[in-house]
C-alpha cells in the first residue's frame, strides 16, 4: 500500500482532482504522466478496498452467524407460505 494514502474517501478524493486536471490538458507531458501513474495507484488502492469489503460482506452457510440469519429469513418467508429462497432464484424479492 502506498504511504501516502491516507483511507478510501481521501484516495477518492485525490483521484477525482487528477482526473479533473488531467481533463483540462494544461499540463506537460511529464506532469501528466506523473498524475497517470498516481491515478492508478489510487485506483488499484480503491479497488482494493472495495475488493475486501465486498469479500466481508459475502456470508458464507459455514459461519454461525450466516446460519443464524439464513434461518430467520426462511422464517419469515414460511410465515408468509413462501419459499423466500425460490422467489429469489426466479429473480423476485422475497
Known sequence: MDVNIKDFEAAIAELETIVRKLEEGDLALEQSLELYE???RLSRYCHARLEEASGASR????????????RRFAAVGEDEGRAPDAEMKKGRKA
Open 38 to 40: 498516481r491515478g492508478v
Open 59 to 70: 456470508c458464507s452457510p459455514k459461519v454461525a452467524s450466516c446460519r443464524l440469519r439464513r
